[in-house]
């Protein structure tokens, strides 16, 4: 008792120390080793009032994805296409660590890399999402809520979010040509994504400093002790979608290329266990 006692009392006023002798050891404090993911449970169909939603646990982070369909007119510029809104939700209710009131930082800037993602990348095709060209599409409002926060909030979402668009039922929709409004068959449905063979997974680093050791999916204390973080996002095909990094080193080929190897191999689990 008094071991566990005087453990907790160092992690807390020597945390830096503290996580140095068990990365020392190639261990961290709560039992993986270096390169481990934690445990990950995806759960469908969680909210029923949704087009589709979905549920996520990855170690103590969980992340609950809902998503409302309405219809609305499309961009001049891409007339045959619909619109994907991903919002990251981080309330006190998740972590102390948060606020109330408007979004915080953190939850705007994985919002944005989540829209990024799937604008660039094409990977979505929103063209799937039209109802009639020039006249009316759909738009998907996929809200990313966090219920409780232990860090790598990204992988998590994203997760949670291509989970939930695998289950999208829409109905069928057209435009009726007496009052130009969209009506909808409730009794005909429609499956936007069903032919989609590629899914983005990200996976999320942090580099330890002093022992410049590469932690694979960062727990929020370890977040808090890192120096830099790189996020890898590859597509269930192996091709490489996106890289993103925050910190103000520059990491070396071999570190890269060790995300790169390790990002392979989560893509794979993940595609096994959960994408097929």
């Avoid at 120096?227 to 520059?250: C, E, F, I, P, Q």
Wanted: a negative charge; glycine letters at 4%; hydrophobic letters at 40%.
């Amino acid at each position: 008792m008094d071991t566990l006692k005087h453990s907790d009392i160092f992690s807390r006023i020597q945390p830096h120390e503290y996580m140095r002798r068990f990365i020392d050891q190639q261990v961290r404090p709560d039992g993986r080793l270096l390169d481990r993911f934690r445990d990950t449970l995806v759960t469908s169909n969680v909210i029923s009032t949704a087009n589709a939603s979905s549920m996520v646990r990855l170690g103590g982070t969980t992340v609950v994805c809902g998503i409302k369909a309405e219809v609305c007119e499309p961009n001049l510029d891409l007339p045959d296409q619909g619109f994907l809104v991903p919002n990251v939700e981080l309330s006190p209710l998740c972590s102390a660590k948060f606020r109330p009131g408007a979004p915080s930082e953190q939850a705007q800037v994985v919002s944005e890399i989540i829209h990024q993602l799937f604008s660039n990348s094409h990977i979505l095709p929103l063209t799937n999402l039209c109802i009639e060209v020039g006249k009316a599409v759909w738009v998907l409002y996929a809200d990313m809520v966090c219920l409780n926060y232990d860090g790598n909030i990204l992988d998590a979402s994203l997760l949670a979010l291509v989970t939930a668009l695998r289950q999208v039922t829409l109905p069928k929709t057209e435009i009726a040509t007496d009052t130009m409004t969209a009506e909808a068959d409730s009794n005909e449905k429609v499956h936007p994504f069903d032919m989609i063979q590629r899914y983005p997974v990200s996976a999320s680093y942090c580099l330890f400093p002093s022992s410049d050791a590469l932690l694979s999916d960062p727990n929020d204390t370890e977040e808090g002790l890192s120096k830099d973080r790189v996020t890898v996002v590859m597509d269930t095909d192996g091709d490489l979608l996106h890289v993103y990094k925050n910190g103000a080193t520059s990491l070396d080929v071999d570190t890269m290329k060790i995300c790169f190897d390790r990002t392979r191999k989560r893509m794979e689990q993940i595609r096994h266990d959960f994408l097929q």
